[in-house]
C-alpha cells in the first residue's frame, strides 16, 4: 500500500481521500486510514545550544505539534470520502507562527514516536524546502502548510513583529529611528 499515487489533496473546506481501483491489483477489502491534523506552533532557536538536527547542525526553528482533529475511515476502491477541515487551523488570520499539518495514515492513529522530529520551512537550514520526516512507513501521505512568518516569532511561538515587514540587515529599528521631513532637506524655491 505504500506504493499508493499521492492523489489526496486539501480542497477549500476539507480533505478529499480519491481511492484509485486497480491500482497495484483489485483493492476489494476495506482499509482502516486516520486522517489526522495537527497544529504546529514555530519559534526561532534561542542560540545553538538546543537540540541538533539530525546532520548536527543547529536548528533556525523549533517547533511544537499538538493534534487538533482526527478522523477515522473505512475506504476501499469503490468510494472516495470528505474530511472537512477544523476551524480556525487554515484561517488566513492564524498567527504568523503557527503552520498545520494533515495526515493520512494506513491502520491506527499514529504515535509520539512516529511523529517528525524535523520539519523544513521555507528560510530554514533545509533551504527552500518544505519536508517532513515521518519515523514510520505508516503515512500513505501528508501536506504542510507552513507558517507564514517564522522568522518574527519568539521562541515560545509568539509574534514579536509584523510579519509583512521584512527587516534590511543593519538598519536600525523603526521605533528609534529619527523622524524625517523631507521638506526640511528641499531648497527654499523663494528668491
Excluded: H
Aim: proline content about 13%.
Amino acid at each position: 500500500m505504500t506504493d499508493t499515487p499521492k492523489d489526496n489533496y486539501i480542497t477549500g473546506d476539507g480533505v478529499d481521500i480519491t481511492s484509485i481501483p486497480g491500482y497495484n491489483g483489485p483493492l476489494c477489502e476495506k482499509l482502516t486510514i486516520q486522517v489526522e491534523f495537527w497544529k504546529l506552533v514555530y519559534g526561532v532557536a534561542p542560540d545553538k545550544s538546543g537540540p541538533t538536527l539530525s546532520d548536527g547542525r543547529a536548528p533556525d526553528y523549533y517547533f511544537s505539534i499538538t493534534p487538533v482533529k482526527r478522523r477515522e475511515l473505512r475506504v476501499d476502491a469503490a468510494t472516495d470520502k470528505a474530511v472537512a477541515l477544523p476551524p480556525g487551523l487554515y484561517a488566513e488570520d492564524r498567527s504568523p507562527c503557527v503552520g498545520a499539518l494533515v495526515t493520512i495514515t494506513i491502520g491506527k492513529r499514529l504515535k509520539d514516536k512516529e511523529l517528525p522530529k524535523e520539519i523544513g520551512v521555507t528560510g530554514s537550514v533545509y533551504g527552500d524546502t518544505e519536508e517532513v520526516d515521518f519515523r514510520t512507513k505508516r503515512v500513505a501521505d501528508y501536506e504542510l502548510s507552513p507558517p507564514k512568518a517564522p522568522r518574527v516569532c519568539s521562541p515560545e511561538g509568539e509574534p514579536t513583529a509584523d510579519p509583512n515587514v521584512t527587516p534590511v540587515p543593519g538598519a536600525l529599528p523603526t521605533d528609534i529611528a529619527p523622524s524625517l521631513d523631507l521638506e526640511d532637506l528641499m531648497p527654499d524655491p523663494s528668491p
